[in-house]
T-cell receptor, first 114, second 114 residues
Framework: AQKVTQAQTEISVVEKEDVTLDCVYETRDTTYYLFWYKQPPSGELVFLIRRNSFDEQNEISGRYSWNFQKSTSSFNFTITASQVVDSAVYFCALTSAVGDKLIFGTGTRLQVFP | DGGITQSPKYLFRKEGQNVTLSCEQNLNHDAMYWYRQDPGQGLRLIYYSQIVNDFQKGDIAEGYSVSREKKESFPLTVTSAQKNPTAFYLC?????????????FGPGTRLTVT
């Protein structure tokens, strides 16, 4: 069975702090995909990144970076120099290569205070 | 602008009434999805459709029904059989049904049943 665990329910930081959101997954598939989505207060989910299981290179996009480690089944997300606009719920999700649905974690609510 | 629209943003109904949530997309996507989101939980898949006049049950289809008469539209009916219908409902679409593809989400409809 596939499962995604986001153990941090809520994180609060002050602006300009760095923050890491944890994501641990379980799957028996050798080929799978991991995602991060952002859900701002407006409600819609915004796609941030997709990573396949064969690409363990870390990725950086501006203030965002992702650390994929198959050895620990983790796909952690770091925001550097956080800003108030980063306040949102962040979801990690998993699917197999032939899957027809995403398995979501329970989300981490990030609050960035000025 | 291409995207997904859901209306209304907030919906209130009395217990025992059926209610239909609207979802329209102009992205020319074949696949459309309905998710339910409850506080502290990830998104759970209700129904999805990969083509007009075809749809499949997701993980929590009981008490819900859908139709897909047009490519652009995928309305969800919450029936009186749904035991706990109060939730936030999100519609999404992707180029085709394949969970490793990016899904695009609408702004959601918050349904309250009393």
């Amino acid at each position: 069975a596939q499962k995604v665990t986001q153990a941090q329910t809520e994180i609060s930081v002050v602006e300009k702090e760095d923050v890491t959101l944890d994501c641990v997954y379980e799957t028996r598939d050798t080929t799978y995909y991991l995602f991060w989505y952002k859900q701002p207060p407006s409600g819609e989910l915004v796609f941030l990144i997709r990573r396949n299981s064969f690409d363990e290179q870390n990725e950086i996009s501006g203030r965002y970076s992702w650390n994929f480690q198959k050895s620990t089944s983790s796909f952690n997300f770091t925001i550097t120099a956080s800003q108030v606009v980063d306040s949102a719920v962040y979801f990690c999700a998993l699917t197999s290569a032939v899957g027809d649905k995403l398995i979501f974690g329970t989300g981490t609510r990030l609050q960035v205070f000025p | 602008d291409g995207g997904i629209t859901q209306s209304p943003k907030y919906l209130f109904r009395k217990e025992g009434q059926n209610v239909t949530l609207s979802c329209e997309q102009n992205l020319n996507h074949d696949a459309m999805y309905w998710y339910r989101q409850d506080p502290g939980q990830g998104l759970r898949l209700i129904y999805y459709s990969q083509i007009v006049n075809d749809f499949q049950k997701g993980d929590i289809a009981e008490g819900y029904s859908v139709s897909r008469e047009k490519k652009e539209s995928f309305p969800l009916t919450v029936t009186s059989a749904q035991k706990n219908p109060t939730a936030f409902y999100l519609c999404a679409s992707s180029i085709r049904v394949s969970a490793h593809l990016q899904q695009y989400f609408g702004p959601g409809t918050r349904l309250t049943v009393t």
